[in-house]
């Protein structure tokens, strides 16, 4: 931002021969004086941007990685978020046939919690919105918490399988004996109907695994659980290039057509 100039001043004093008004210079002086302190508050916000964007983006690095699985459907995770839940496209197509979703629920050993799926499938129509529920329960005296991992079998329905709401989306936190039920509302998006690979499916997986949660050295919460064992959970065991966790952390920062490009 330029200094405040007052070129009429300018020009007055110039051409002038004598000394200028007191009170006129008075006024140009708490001007620039404005001018100063404005600028010096738009460096500050500038610099206090940079501060928080630079900050904001290393712990965000990890769950970029699972937004765009879940964006994409890769591996078999389900979709979220994308911008398929317009009224219009929630509505069931009648004359289409059932798919049949099967609710998975498993847990690492680390884990001292029961968690089960409270129904065992639901016939839904694509289109159709769904709620389902789970139900966990921390066996230990001790606070825990916990994080889940999902993915949808077959794994080329995962593009069509749009979670609205799920306890999935962040981490969850029982108290010591605490029992709780967790919901699911999801739909399977009428565009599997036009996808010659998935005409035949009529059961579908819907797998989650919930582990204990440990803080990494940036302070981030991750399952407590070796590599292999989340990649399995996340759907990437059957991939020959599945992306390790440093892999994942640099793939967070690139944009998801060219991590869908290379995967």
């Not at 940079?50 to 699972?66: H, K, N, T």
């Not at 159709?128 to 949808?152: C, M, P």
């Not at 440990?214 to 990437?236: C, H, I, W, Y």
Request: proline share 6%; glycine share 4%; with cysteine.
């Amino acid at each position: 931002m330029a200094e405040y100039i007052d070129t009429n001043f300018i020009t007055e004093l110039s051409s002038s021969k004598s000394p200028p008004n007191p009170e006129v210079l008075h006024q140009i002086l708490l001007k620039r004086q404005a001018a100063r302190a404005a600028k010096n508050r738009a460096l500050l916000m500038y610099s206090s941007a940079v501060i928080i964007i630079a900050v904001g983006a290393s712990y965000a690095a990890v769950p970029l990685y699972r937004i765009f699985c879940a964006a994409t459907g890769f591996a078999g995770t389900p979709k979220v978020g994308t911008g398929r839940f317009e009224p219009e496209r929630l509505v069931p197509v009648e004359n289409a046939r059932r798919i049949k979703v099967h609710f998975n629920a498993d847990r690492s050993e680390q884990l001292p919690w029961q968690f089960t799926p409270q129904q065992k499938f639901i016939s839904v129509l694509p289109g159709e919105t769904s709620l389902a529920f789970y139900t966990a329960k921390n066996q230990s005296s001790r606070d825990i918490i916990g994080i889940a991992t999902y993915n949808v079998t077959p794994d080329r329905v995962a593009p069509y399988f749009s979670k609205v709401e799920c306890f999935c989306f962040e981490e969850q936190r029982l108290l010591a004996g605490e029992e709780v039920d967790m919901p699911l509302l999801f739909f399977i998006d009428k565009d599997i109907l036009e996808d010659p690979s998935c005409k035949n499916v009529e059961d579908v997986v819907l797998s989650y695994t919930f582990f204990r949660a440990r803080r990494n050295e940036r302070g981030q919460l991750e399952p407590d659980a070796d590599e292999d064992t989340v990649q399995a959970s996340l759907g990437f065991s059957g991939y020959e290039n599945a992306p390790k966790a440093e892999a994942r952390d640099l793939k967070s920062t690139e944009s998801p057509t060219s991590s869908k490009t290379q995967s």
